[in-house]
DNA sequence: GATGAAACGAACACGTT
DNA sequence: AACGTGTTCGTTTCATC
């Protein structure tokens, strides 16, 4: 991890569809170099995927809120996998402090966001705060 | 959007680098017209950027928190633009409920940890839930 | 880490429905 | 208006130094 890495990864994260020739010019490198040193970032796993964001209204998710779980001991939501193939829940958080987890959750409607609550519910109390809206959506991480 | 735009979303959100050709095999359509509905869902909004994700711990990010701040009134944090370059803050949510916002939060040290907070206080009360893993990073959004 | 050759992909104009 | 085909140019990849 020098300079050389996190000039590939300040790029990158800024936009992850940059080909290894536009990274080469960028960072004063040949293509192939460039090529294996993001290989290594992926292989060592400091590079974890590339994705493209949506926005989430312009995706049909209107709703979106960010939901405190506090569970019920051994019925948390963290012990059950199947929670985690919910299409509404988009991030997972285990926190210290009165609850147990935080939720990212995004729905088509309130309808469909009770929904989520009443399936939530048994595993605790869940405590939501209702996204207004995301003044800085992603930062990208520097040295 | 229809199934094609959808299928696209679904390829470029589990791996934002793929090659239109690549894509073009995916979702059975040529390559100029799976550029051209690329282009669009850009420069419709639905697209907002593609993103290289970073391990914050193997980036150096040691510590990592949500932040939930009540302000006092004027002097909340999300009407001063400062706080959007911090380079320790990764989102800020606009919520409903006891708190104003919800912030994310990486530091490299608890004792950056700490000077973060000494500079949001002014603003407001922070409510830090330290973060002791994320099950789930990241899901893909679908129709 | 750089260079050069060969395979591959992107971009544009054009033709088609 | 949206898609497919062609050629041209840039990019990726591998072998080699």
Redesign the pocket.
């Known amino acids: 991890m020098d300079d050389?890495d996190w000039a590939l990864l300040r790029e990158l994260q800024a936009d992850a569809r940059l080909?290894?020739?536009?990274l080469s010019r960028r960072v004063h490198?040949?293509?192939?170099?460039v090529?294996?040193?993001v290989r290594r970032l992926e292989t060592t796993g400091v590079l974890t995927g590339y994705h493209a964001h949506v926005d989430l209204a312009k995706a049909g998710r209107h709703v979106v809120a960010m939901i405190r779980m506090s569970c019920y001991g051994p019925h948390c939501v963290l012990r059950d996998p199947k929670v985690l193939d919910w299409p509404e829940v988009l991030e997972i958080h285990r926190v210290t402090g009165d609850a147990c987890s935080i939720l990212k959750v995004a729905t088509r409607s309130m309808e469909e966001f009770e929904s989520v609550i009443d399936r939530l519910a048994p595993y605790g109390q869940p405590s939501s705060s209702m996204v207004l809206s995301t003044p800085l959506r992603w930062r990208t991480v520097l040295p």
Chains 1, 2 share one sequence.
């Open positions: 050389m080909s290894y020739s536009e490198l040949s293509p192939p170099a090529a294996e040193r």
